[in-house]
C-alpha cells in the first residue's frame, strides 16, 4: 500500500511539474539580473533596437519586424558593439521565452550597454498574443521555431516549426 501511494505521489508531482507556465519558466531559470520587458510596453520604448538571441534556424523561420539576429552559440559582443557603437541605444533582447535572451543581455551589459532590456517570455509571448511575425524573406508567417517540444508546449498561437523544413503542429 506504501508503495502504491508512493507511486501515485510521484506521478502527481510529475504531471504537476510538466503544467508550467511562461512565468513558471522564468522564475525556474533565470536570476532576474535583465530588466524584462513585457510584449504590451515595447511599444513605450523609444525606438529600440530588437536582438533576436535564437540559434540562425530559428530566426529564419520567423522573428519581430526589423529584428537583427545576434544568436545564442555564435554570439559575439564584439559583433553587437560594430553594429550598436551608442552604449545608450535601448536594446531589447528575445530569444524563444526569455531564458538565452537574459545570458545575452547580461554580456550586452558587462560589455556597457545601459539600456538592455529582456522581452518577457520572448517570441512566444509575442505570437500568443497575436503580435505579427516575419520570415526570412520579411514576409509575414504563422510560423514560429518552437525549439523542442518540450519548450513548444508554451507556443499556442502560431504554427510549429522544429526544423528549418516545412514539418508544423508538433511533426
Same mark, same amino acid.
Given at each position: 500500500?506504501?508503495?502504491?501511494?508512493?507511486?501515485?505521489? =510521484?506521478? @502527481?508531482?510529475? &504531471?504537476?511539474s510538466?503544467?508550467?507556465?511562461?512565468?513558471?519558466?522564468?522564475?525556474k531559470y533565470n536570476d532576474h539580473t535583465?530588466?524584462?520587458?513585457?510584449v504590451a510596453s515595447l511599444d513605450t520604448l523609444n525606438a529600440p533596437l530588437l536582438l533576436d538571441t535564437r540559434e540562425r534556424e530559428e530566426f529564419e523561420v520567423s522573428h519581430l519586424d526589423h529584428a537583427l539576429w545576434v544568436g545564442y552559440s555564435? =554570439?559575439? @559582443?564584439?559583433? &553587437?558593439?560594430?553594429?550598436v557603437p551608442d552604449k545608450e541605444t535601448p536594446l531589447v533582447v528575445y530569444c524563444s521565452l526569455g531564458v538565452?535572451?537574459?545570458?545575452?543581455?547580461e554580456q550586452l551589459e558587462k560589455a556597457g550597454y545601459t539600456n538592455v532590456k529582456n522581452l518577457y517570455g520572448g517570441i512566444f509571448e509575442w505570437k500568443n498574443q497575436g503580435?505579427?511575425?516575419?520570415?526570412?524573406?520579411?514576409?509575414?508567417?504563422e510560423k514560429v521555431h518552437a525549439f523542442s517540444k518540450y519548450w513548444g508546449r508554451f507556443l499556442t498561437n502560431a504554427d510549429k516549426v522544429y526544423t528549418s523544413k516545412t514539418k508544423t503542429n508538433g511533426q
Open positions: 500500500m506504501k508503495r502504491h501511494l508512493h507511486l501515485l505521489l =510521484f506521478l @502527481v508531482l510529475g &504531471v504537476v510538466c503544467a508550467q507556465s511562461i512565468p513558471d519558466v522564468l522564475e535583465v530588466e524584462y520587458i513585457t555564435d =554570439f559575439d @559582443v564584439e559583433t &553587437v558593439q560594430k553594429m538565452r535572451s537574459e545570458e545575452i543581455g503580435h505579427p511575425v516575419y520570415d526570412q524573406n520579411q514576409q509575414q508567417t
